[in-house]
C-alpha cells in the first residue's frame, strides 16, 4: 500500500473514531503531554493553522503515530461544521504530516461529511460514528 493511500485510510479510520474509543457516551481522549508538545511544535513551524484546537483521540501503533483535533465548532440549522486537523507520523520517520479539512455532523443523520473541493461527501458509516456526532452537536454554540 503507498504511503498516500495509507495515510488516506488512516486519516479516515481516526475521523470515524475507533470502535474501542467509543462508548454510548462517547468523549474526547485528554490530550497528553506527547500530543500538547507536538501540536504546539507543529503550529510554531507553521505546519497546523494557529488556533484552539480540541484533542479528539489517538492511535499509536507499529506502523504509525496519528492524532486528530476539532476547532471552531459552527452550527446551522441541520449540522455543526467544524475543522478537522489529523497529525501523522508513519514508523521510522521523523516528519510529521499535517492534513487539515473541513468537516460537518448532520445531527438528525448522525453522519460525518467531509467538504470537498466545494461539496459534502459522507463518509462510510461505522458503528461508533452516531455516538460522536452526538457529542459533537452537544458542542456549545460558538460566538
Do not use: H
Amino acid at each position: 500500500m503507498n504511503n498516500s493511500l495509507r495515510c488516506g485510510a488512516v486519516a479516515l479510520t481516526l475521523t470515524l473514531g475507533s470502535v474501542a474509543a467509543v462508548a454510548e457516551t462517547w468523549s474526547p481522549s485528554p490530550e497528553t503531554t506527547f500530543w500538547a508538545q507536538t501540536r504546539q511544535t507543529l503550529q510554531a513551524a507553521g505546519k497546523l493553522s494557529q488556533r484552539p484546537w480540541m484533542f479528539m483521540e489517538a492511535i499509536d501503533s507499529p506502523s504509525l503515530k496519528a492524532g486528530e483535533y476539532l476547532s471552531n465548532p459552527e452550527r446551522t440549522s441541520v449540522s455543526v461544521e467544524f475543522d478537522a486537523a489529523l497529525l501523522l507520523r508513519p514508523q521510522g520517520q521523523t516528519v510529521w504530516k499535517v492534513r487539515e479539512l473541513r468537516m460537518r455532523a448532520l445531527c438528525n443523520q448522525q453522519r460525518l461529511q467531509r467538504s470537498v473541493k466545494g461539496q459534502w461527501l459522507d463518509y462510510v458509516g461505522r458503528e461508533g460514528t452516531a455516538d460522536k456526532v452526538r457529542w459533537i452537536c452537544a458542542l456549545p454554540a460558538q460566538g
